[in-house]
């Protein structure tokens, strides 16, 4: 029987594998999918170095008319600022996503578990703050009034820190790949809940900590609101919000003469490259971020699991 299912399961995997013709459309598909997201991104590259008046007069092109990191120059005359606000972001991105996953995997294991008696209760509770909030002025009050985390960075973390949505992702996570059979044997052997949580179901979850660890890093590393509203000096802001900050400046300036007539009336420089400099605002604030696609990228097809219940 062993080596009859041997053979079967042996003479199974041609009969699973694609035929050419739909290898060759996969691979098509996924090769123009992947031109459709890099395109545009090389495209704001090329604008960023180009020269401002060939970007007015000829358009937008991917093979710059002439050279020019004027965009650049003109952002890093302030780039102390920006080095301070990308050391806010940092900061704020890597304490947030740490503190994140540890209250999100917390939260969401014991509602997997079938042996919680108010596990129905507390995920009911998670899910009911998606469809139902306080509303903006009580939020902004809880955090002003009584946590006092307005102008900290403390503001910039915590209301990013509890996701709902994935919550209930890392739950049915736990609840429908982690195998009972090993939780059971642990606590067989003796092992208490924190360890089997530590030892056994956080390294078989890494694929759903990686990917939920990288939706909450862009989260956090995108957000401007938060400064906006917590932040009222330029000490804790963020880099999105600062970059926010210069662009809403340069469309103004742009589109008001009269501004732009009492700056240079005062002896200050208007004749900034404003189209160029927005993309190279993107690339300033775009950046970093994509590094960190790499680091979790590997955890996204692995199957941690496979195998590890032995009949």
């Known amino acids: 029987m062993a080596a009859s299912a041997s053979k079967i399961q042996a003479g199974s995997h041609p009969n699973n594998r ?30 960023s170095i180009s020269d401002e008046r060939s970007v007015v007069k000829n358009g937008y092109r991917f093979l710059p008319d002439r050279f020019n ?37 917390l939260y969401a294991y014991p509602i997997s578990r079938s042996n919680f ?22 939020w902004y009050l809880v955090y002003v009034q009584m946590l006092d985390l307005k102008d900290t960075l403390w503001s910039l973390i915590m209301p990013l820190i509890m996701s709902a949505f994935w919550v209930l992702i890392t739950r049915t996570f736990f609840k429908e790949t982690i195998p009972q059979q090993v939780l059971e044997s642990a606590k067989i052997d003796g092992a208490g809940e924190l360890r089997i949580f530590i030892r056994i179901v956080l390294p078989l979850s890494m694929p759903v900590l990686a990917t939920v660890s990288l939706f909450q890093t862009l989260a956090y590393w995108n957000d401007w609101f938060l400064s906006l509203v917590f932040i009222t000096d330029n000490r804790n802001i963020s880099v999105q919000y600062l970059l926010y900050k210069m662009l809403a400046n ?5 589109s008001n003469p009269t501004a732009a007539a009492e700056i240079a009336r005062a002896g200050g420089m208007f004749n900034f490259p404003s ?35 032995k009949g």
């Open 18 to 47: 694609p035929s050419s013709l739909a290898s060759l459309g996969i691979h098509t598909f996924f090769v123009v999918y992947s031109l459709l997201c890099i395109i545009p991104l090389l495209l704001i590259v090329t604008v």
């Open 69 to 105: 990191t004027a965009a650049y120059e003109f952002l890093f005359k302030d780039i102390g600022q920006i080095l301070h606000s990308y050391g806010i972001s940092i900061a704020v991105t890597v304490i947030g996503t740490v503190l994140s996953m540890i209250v999100i995997a």
């Open 275 to 309: 189209e160029t400099v927005r993309m190279a605002l993107v690339i300033v604030g775009v950046g970093p971020i994509v590094f960190a696609y790499p680091f979790f990228q590997r955890y996204f097809v692995r199957g941690l699991t496979v195998g590890a219940v």
């Open 117 to 138: 008696p108010h596990a129905k209760f507390f995920t009911f509770f998670v899910f009911f703050t998606m469809l139902f909030s306080g509303g903006l002025v009580p």
């Open 250 to 254: 340069i469309q103004f300036l742009s």
